[in-house]
């Protein structure tokens, strides 16, 4: 044991251990009213990891390749680490308020969110086919249980249990089919490759031969991480999912899921297959383009907030693909790709956070019953504009930032992306602006009793974030603090 890489992976196996220990806890804590003894332990817990996903306990190299080249530890992989870390503790922090109004099982619930936590950053270590394919999963099984939470609900609400079933049950349908098309086309680059590793994958489009059943099992492979980033068309689980979980869950599923699918999807196609980038980049730009639009137009006739928001991730996950098709020798694209996500990161989460605090004031979910909660609480209001804003991409928000640097990365050789994302921006406009105009303009609703919330208001605090010193270094020219 004294080769294993202890100090390599020392973020992976604090958050195991957290997990562990987390379910010990719920087995030694008996009495139910203690139980949410368990989201401060996950919270404290999740803070603790944010000192090794720093980088500070890895080794001196630049990068190593654990377990044979199964994992990789870089300087990339940190940036998803502390993204994924702080996701966590985000998540966990808004959890506190929505839990007060149901009736689960917490210890299960943080256990679970903790390892999903786990399984993003260990899809974003992938450099194996093998071991995409058990980080997939690995996040995939978590959030299966998680969307289906609401079947604890301890009040009359047989509409919500109904939604939070059928969310689960479709998630699991698309996710199972998703995930058999993805292992099908893993075993046709193994056939061809002779091995999982994504170097010899590579290897294998130095030879013109093949090229249709090459270019078969890439477009196969894609549905598996398509269907993580809710790209169209694998994006109809999304609205439904996102409306049916609890509402921490769908901030998760939002941020976790995409970031780490980006980051198998950066290590695939830019890293191993930069060389033929004119073979795949047409096909992805042929479903980011349609992922932009789809997103959109569809979150343009959504009354639900959380199915707008839905709809709105599948738009982004349009976006950040640009990044991926406009990456260049300066790796200018993943870059922006990078900003991009660390942007988005607190956008959503902010928003997802007022709907927690909306929703457990009122109970509803409706975008029309937000009517007049600027004059009722216009600090609430005040940061749901600006995070609206900064979705949309006005400036100086962090999502202008992020745009302006997918846009940057796109100009002037893939100009019509660029103008997809412009255009796309102002039809996003009419259904973000449409809840500041709800909020500001129309007459409050009568009967909503706003309660006191102590934790989402922490994670409404709106601050404009840049990509911090440890993302910089693997990726040249990194927008560093």
């Known amino acids: ?68 080249g199964v994992y990789r530890t870089d300087e990339f992989l940190t940036f998803f680490r502390l993204l994924a870390v702080v996701l966590g503790i985000l998540v966990v922090f808004t959890s506190f308020d929505y839990l007060q109004h149901i009736r689960l099982d917490r210890g299960v619930y943080f256990v679970l969110l903790v390892f999903g936590i786990l399984a993003v950053v260990l899809l974003a270590g992938a450099n194996d086919l093998v071991m995409i394919y058990l980080a997939v999963e690995f996040l995939s099984l978590t959030s299966y249980v998680l969307v289906a939470f609401l079947l604890g609900r ?114 695939f196609f830019v890293v191993g297959l930069a060389p033929y980038h004119g073979q795949w980049a047409p096909l992805l730009a042929a479903v980011a383009v349609a992922t932009m639009f789809v997103g959109n137009l569809l979150a343009i006739l959504q009354g639900n907030v959380k199915r707008m928001l839905g709809y709105s991730s599948v738009a982004h996950a349009g976006y950040i693909l640009v990044g991926v098709i406009a990456n260049r020798a300066d790796n200018q694209g993943v870059q922006a790709l990078m900003i991009y996500l660390l942007g988005y990161l607190f956008m959503t989460v902010g928003a997802f956070a007022v709907v927690v605090w909306y929703q457990r004031s009122s109970g509803s979910e409706r975008i029309d019953d937000y009517a007049g909660l600027a004059d009722r609480a216009p600090l609430v209001a005040g940061a749901m504009l600006i995070f609206m804003l900064s979705l949309t991409g006005i400036p100086p928000t962090v999502g202008f930032i992020g745009k302006l640097f997918l846009l940057r ?56 974030r840049r990509a911090p010193a440890s993302a910089c270094g693997q990726i040249p020219g990194t927008y560093c603090t």
């Open 409 to 464: 990365a796109a100009l002037p050789e893939l100009w019509w992306l660029g103008l997809a994302i412009v255009i796309n921006s102002v039809i996003s406009a009419f259904y973000y602006m449409n809840v500041v105009r709800v909020m500001y303009y129309l007459p409050p609703k009568e009967g909503v009793t706003l309660r006191p919330a102590v934790c989402t208001p922490v994670v409404m605090i709106p601050r404009m």
């Open 154 to 267: 301890d009040k009359t609400a047989e509409d919500e249990i109904k939604r939070s079933n059928e969310a689960s049950l479709k998630y699991l349908i698309f996710g199972a089919v998703a995930s058999a098309v993805m292992v099908y086309g893993f075993s046709l680059l193994y056939g061809l490759a002779g091995s999982t590793s994504l170097y010899a994958v590579a290897g294998i489009f130095h030879d013109p031969t093949n090229g249709p059943l090459k270019l078969l099992a890439v477009s196969m492979a894609l549905v598996g991480l398509g269907f993580k980033v809710a790209a169209v068309p694998f994006h109809q689980w999304a609205p439904d999912v996102y409306e049916g979980a609890p509402t921490p869950v769908a901030m998760f599923l939002a941020v976790g899921s995409k970031s780490g699918a980006f980051a198998v999807i950066v290590r």
């Open 1 to 68: 044991m004294s080769g294993f890489p202890w100090a390599d992976l020392a973020t992976e196996i604090a958050l195991c251990g957290l997990g562990l220990v987390l379910l010990l806890l719920d087995v030694v804590i008996v009495r139910a009213d203690r139980k949410h003894w368990l989201g401060y332990a996950a919270l404290a817990g999740l803070v603790l990891c944010i000192v090794p996903a720093t980088g500070v306990c890895a080794s001196a190299h630049g990068h190593t390749d654990v377990f044979g």
